[in-house]
């Protein structure tokens, strides 16, 4: 049944029994981990893309949650521009507020608070936002609902933006976040959130930004939908080159503005491209499958000649591939990684150890598999030397491929 509408809801995959996908583990941990059936369907009525089980919100957002946007160069540089466009677009002034729901380790909070404006993060990762509070941003732990929500209204006032990127998908019951919105927002305000596009995961074979915590799969369809279920419109809608295709949604109370010509531009491509059709997400899970078997094909073949393979990047993303097409240290005996938090554990399922980013040159493996495969122009032009001494990468979006 639809989280949104209580529609049916039609499954298209089923990618199998999957963990939490950001929970490394430390050796001793390996008998606690969770799992869930990571199954995903379309919503007959709304057409909002969906999992059918939700893993439990505790397991995936604790308080040592590893994940760090700051980490990469390429969303540094997106937040600092998210600051400057809300300061041109939205901001009238220093004392306007925003708020950003999800701010993990401050990378939009540092940039907003370098520019002096008023602003207040809430993240439930406690050691992210100690994170984001020692550059000086103001930060609460804690999940963004009703009562956190009044919480900041009251000491705060309403806010002249509420921004988030890449958390409110994560949500199964996201009315708490609209009523939470409803609560905390000025009446002329925007709640701009930016989150994975479906048609673009689709079109490009990007199946593994299906897991745990995008619980969700926008489209500007069932965004529009969604948000007018709690009295908001959906008043602009962009395109942005964030994890290989995202949008930024812009959501105001019903009225308050004009709805920009972007919104009926991609509700008519989305139509074209049968977005909200079931066939679309049948042919896409039977291309999941024939990702799986030439993969696992390449890495035996290759594991058999002797060659050495290294995971790249300790994505999230990668928690999917490996689980659901069985990858584990036979196959992939480490994955190099630049988190510290992430350093010295386990991948969750898999069990592949991750090492610090310096193991990948002691000594260069012949091939690298590239599970970060949305920071593939920062890594490649990083790590010219591994393909100047011969070093390949193995791709497998949207189908398995060496370069
Ligand atoms: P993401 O795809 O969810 O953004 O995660 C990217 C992961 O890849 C994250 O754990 C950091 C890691 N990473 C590297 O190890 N080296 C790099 O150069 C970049 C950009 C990311
Ligand atoms: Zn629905």
Known sequence: ?????????????????????????????????????????????????????????????????????????????????????????????????????????????????????????????????????????????????????????????????????????????????????????????????EDRYVSDIVEFGYFDQIYDEHFYLFAVRSVAAMVARFGFELVDAQRIPIHGGSLRYTVTRRGARERRASVARLLDEEARYGVAEYETYLRFGRQIDRVGSDLVALLTDLRDAGRRVVGYGATSKSATVTNYFGIGPALVPFICDTTPEKQGRLSPGAHIPVRPYEAFAEPYPDYALLFAWNHAAEIMAKEHRFVAQGGRWILYVPHVRIV
Not at 104 to 125: C, Q, T
Not at 155 to 163: P, Q
Request: glycine share 8%; net charge negative.
């Open 1 to 193: 049944m639809c989280r949104l509408c209580a529609g049916p809801v039609r499954q298209w995959v089923d990618l199998g029994r999957q963990p939490a996908s950001n929970a490394f583990l430390r050796p001793e941990q390996l008998d606690s981990e969770t799992f869930f059936r990571l199954a995903v369907g379309i919503c007959a009525d709304c057409t909002m893309v969906q999992q059918l089980e939700a893993m439990p919100t505790g397991s995936m957002f604790r308080a040592d949650y590893p994940y760090r946007s700051s980490t990469s160069s390429g969303l540094r540089r997106h937040f600092q521009d998210v600051a400057r466009t809300l300061r041109a677009t939205e901001l009238a002034g220093p004392g306007d507020l925003v708020v950003e729901i999800g701010s993990n380790d401050g990378v939009l909070l540092r940039a907003l608070h370098a520019d002096g404006v008023r602003h207040l993060g809430i993240d439930p990762s406690a050691e992210a936002a100690a994170a984001a509070a020692a550059d000086g941003a103001n930060v609460r732990v804690g999940f963004f609902d009703e009562q956190s929500a009044a919480a900041i209204a009251a000491t705060e006032g309403r806010a002249k933006v509420i921004f988030s990127a890449n958390t409110i998908s994560h949500v199964a019951r996201i009315d708490t976040i609209f009523r939470g919105v409803d609560l905390l927002l000025a009446a002329d305000g925007a709640f701009i959130f």
